[in-house]
């Protein structure tokens, strides 16, 4: 059917490769690009043999020229932007000027502060539109998939949706004392930065992991989950008309926490720049430089996740809660694709999305979240590509809202 350019060659980009071999009729043709080509030749080599062909480039994704020189030497139908979140508007600026479809699974960070917002990215609205091309913003699992759940709750189940609280949950153990399971800059920038939800219209602050309940989750049981700030958030209070409502809780376990206080305390979070030895350096890339590549915890984890949605509103007059979720093994998911579950249920919806572009379902002049789109062919999809997901009517709430019809 076409081609893909994926930019990246971390843990995530290897799903994303591997899913796309999986659906050669989609994907007859990919190039894996990164700054380390020595990654993508190791992806390719893994993958040869199969109906897919591969190539692979070395590229500066910092350098809009050099992502457009390989998009016209190239010329794909999609390009999958699973590198940083700092590099989302240099590769976006290529997508327009080359005419491209563009996919990513986290929103556009300046790497000077500590910012999850989509305000950059979604000024490229008209752009997009005038080129008569789509930008599909967040297709990982959170956000993606749960604005995907949340879209499908609403068409399915709900005449209005009040309440939504977004757990994420890691059950996994990889025997490290200390590590994180993606991108250590941007998972710690993450957990550091203040608390915020949204209610009845406003955006309702709270102190970095102030607040914390514990949740009974199927398959992996009864978890510390805390309150943090996540992207998704705010397309979905924006998207989703007459939430009242709207939080994202994650697991840690005690001694990631306590092992992220001494680092705070120590100024080793830091992203402010300092003078080492006459040379500038940012104490989180330094710390991110000396932690275990979360590439490489694959075959270490075990255990499971579990991500979902709990969601409450009204359906015909009637109080109405429901509970959407997937649980994921990480040693499954390392022998499928040699990547943990932190990877996998980022790469596997990425795959999905451009291939929900590349088939023409969510093709759409402008710049779009998930939720956007009619979420049946994405939710088939994610039961047909190794993310399958379950229902609950009748869910524990984490603090139930009285309806009024």
């Not at 390719?44 to 199969?50: D, N, Q, T, V």
């Not at 539109?129 to 998939?145: C, E, Q, W």
């Not at 800059?185 to 955006?203: L, P």
Request: proline share 6%.
């Amino acid at each position: 059917m076409g081609k893909a350019l994926i930019i990246g060659a971390g843990g995530v980009s290897s799903v994303v490769v591997h899913k796309c071999c999986q659906n050669p009729d989609v994907f007859e043709e990919i190039c894996i690009a990164s700054r380390t080509l020595e990654k993508c030749d190791a992806l390719k080599e893994k993958l040869a043999g199969g109906q897919t062909k591969i190539q692979t480039a070395r590229l500066d994704a910092d350098k809009t020229d050099d992502v457009i020189a390989l998009i016209n030497q190239f010329q794909p139908d999609v390009v999958i932007n699973v590198a940083l979140p700092y590099q989302d508007l240099t590769i976006m600026d290529a997508c327009l000027a080359t005419g491209v479809h563009y996919v990513d699974t986290a929103n556009y960070e300046p790497p000077d502060t500590a910012k999850f917002e989509y305000s950059w990215q979604w000024a490229y609205r008209q752009k997009f539109a005038d080129a008569g091309i789509t930008a599909l913003l967040g297709s990982g699992f959170d956000p993606g998939v749960t604005g995907v759940f949340v879209a499908y709750a609403q068409k399915h189940y709900f005449d209005e949706i009040h309440q939504i609280d977004i757990v994420d949950a890691n059950a996994g153990d990889h025997g490290y004392p200390f590590a994180t399971n993606f991108n250590p800059e941007i998972n710690i920038r993450e957990i550091t930065a203040n608390g915020r939800y949204f209610e009845n219209g406003k955006w309702i602050e709270t102190p970095p992991l102030s607040e914390k309940k514990v949740y009974d989750l199927p398959e992996i049981g009864p978890k510390n989950i805390y309150l943090l700030y996540h992207e998704e958030l705010e397309s979905l209070s924006v998207n989703i008309k007459g939430v009242k409502k709207i939080r994202f809780w994650m697991t840690f376990g005690d001694s990631y926490l306590n092992h992220l206080k001494v680092l705070e305390n120590v100024g080793m979070t830091s992203i402010e720049p300092i003078v080492y030895e006459g040379k500038e350096i940012i104490p989180l890339q330094f710390l991110k430089a000396i932690l275990p590549d979360p590439a490489s915890l694959g075959p270490r984890t075990k255990g499971k996740t579990n991500i979902g949605c709990i969601i409450q509103g009204v359906k015909d007059g009637q109080p109405k809660t429901y509970y959407v979720y997937n649980v994921c093994d990480h040693q499954e998911c390392y022998a499928e694709v040699g990547s943990q579950a932190i990877s996998y249920t980022t790469g596997v919806p990425a795959m999905i999305g451009a291939m929900m572009i590349m088939k023409g379902i969510w093709k759409k002049p402008g710049v779009f979240n998930v939720e956007e789109f009619d979420p049946d062919p994405f939710m088939d999809a994610l039961n047909k590509y190794g993310l399958p997901w379950k229902e609950d009517f009748a869910p524990t709430l984490l603090d139930p809202v009285k309806v009024q019809a």
